[in-house]
């Protein structure tokens, strides 16, 4: 069964750092792009990062410099190492598969997402 | 990429035709998706590629559009159609989504 699996979330100090991971059952990292995306309590979804299978990575302005996303082929799991967190950064954070769909182009899709873990940045 | 979508909210009754539409600050092609996503669950991918329905859900769903301006198209809304949507660009990097579109009982 293709399934995604977030951990790692939770309530941080503003200027903490946290890691999320998100285990991958089904199909493997290593040969997928995957990415991040997170949503603010009640607000709409926002883009966060991008590991390619070249291993190129990249990154929503408002996270460049701070996080890093990164993956471990030989456990199938994609990270998102969080650094200097701020207030602005509390969301859900859903990983995401991203597959290439062809057709008159070549189209890229976010088909399986996980559940989502909450980070909650506050004193 | 900038993308816009309205009307931010909507309310609709069960069998209603309801249209979303979704505007892109530069041409994208057709490098345009949609999701749903109701609440308390993730995203799922409902139109790719401006009108390709993703495997498995139901024709009523359609979407057109190209170049800066797009639509999704409910053709007789079902109870379990009532979420929120997103359009998203999938022209470059960052993928932008759409700010959404509540879908609400009348």
């Known amino acids: 069964e293709v399934q995604l699996v977030e951990s790692g979330g939770g309530l941080i100090q503003p200027g903490g750092s946290l890691r999320l991971s998100c285990a991958v059952s089904?199909?493997?990292?290593?040969?997928?792009?995957m990415t991040w995306v997170r949503q603010a309590p009640g607000k709409g979804l926002e883009w966060v990062s991008v590991?390619?299978?070249?291993?190129?990575?990249y990154y929503a302005d408002s996270v460049k410099g701070r996080f890093t996303i990164s993956r471990d082929n030989s456990k199938n799991t994609l990270y998102l190492q969080m650094n200097t967190l701020r207030a602005e950064d509390t969301a859900v954070y859903y990983c995401?598969?991203?597959?290439?769909?062809?057709?008159?182009?070549?189209?890229?899709?976010?088909?399986?997402w996980g559940q989502g873990t909450m980070v909650t940045v506050s004193s | 990429i900038q993308v816009t979508q309205s009307p931010s909210s909507l309310s609709a009754s069960v069998g209603d035709r309801v249209t979303i539409t979704c505007r892109a600050s530069?041409?994208?092609?057709?490098?345009l998706n949609w999701y749903q996503q109701k609440p308390g669950k993730a995203p799922s991918l409902l139109i790719y590629?401006?009108?390709t329905l993703q495997s498995g859900v139901p024709s009523r769903f359609s979407g057109s559009g190209s170049g800066t301006d797009f639509t999704l198209t409910i053709s007789g809304l079902q109870p379990e159609d009532f979420a929120t949507y997103y359009c998203q660009q999938s022209y470059s990097v960052p993928h932008t989504f759409g700010q959404g579109t509540k879908v609400e009982i009348k």
């Open positions: 590629a401006v009108s």
């Open positions: 089904g199909f493997s990292v290593s040969n997928t792009y």
């Open positions: 530069q041409s994208i092609a057709n490098y």
């Open positions: 590991v390619y299978v070249t291993g190129n990575t």
């Open positions: 995401a598969r991203e597959m290439v769909r062809y057709g008159s182009g070549s189209y890229d899709v976010f088909d399986i």
